[in-house]
């Protein structure tokens, strides 16, 4: 979840040292902390976001459709009120190498999005 490049939650396969972890970490203004991190066997991975007015939640499957929750952050720390603006909060997927040139594909294939019952 986005409100801008200051503040934001993600969750992520990443890859560090030749080992892949799942970590979920956080941004709020100038704080920036990796909350949750654990290894992660395989290449495939399904990532999930719930909601509610005040909070969401994180979670990510493996193949197999074993649902692991992985975190969650406060919908206010994303508010105007709080990250300035109005852009609104935004979610998607994204690769980055960080800053360096990356040779490790990442492959996308599919992205839903289901409106909650209050939407």
């Known amino acids: 979840m986005r409100s801008d490049e200051r503040f934001h939650y993600d969750i992520a396969l990443t890859r560090r ?13 100038s704080l920036w902390k990796a909350e949750l991190e ?3 066997e395989g290449t495939d991975i399904v990532f999930g976001v719930e909601a509610d007015p005040a909070r969401y939640r994180f979670y990510y499957e493996r193949p197999n459709g074993e649902r692991t929750w992985f975190g969650s952050g406060e919908c206010s720390l994303l508010s105007t009120e709080t990250a300035g603006g109005f852009t609104g909060v935004y979610f998607g997927m994204y690769a980055t190498g960080n800053g360096s040139a990356c040779a490790a594909p990442a492959h996308f294939d599919w992205f839903r999005y289901r409106p909650g019952a209050n939407s």
């Open 17 to 29: 040292d030749g080992q892949r972890f799942v970590r979920f970490r956080r941004r709020i203004g």
């Open 38 to 40: 654990e290894p992660y």
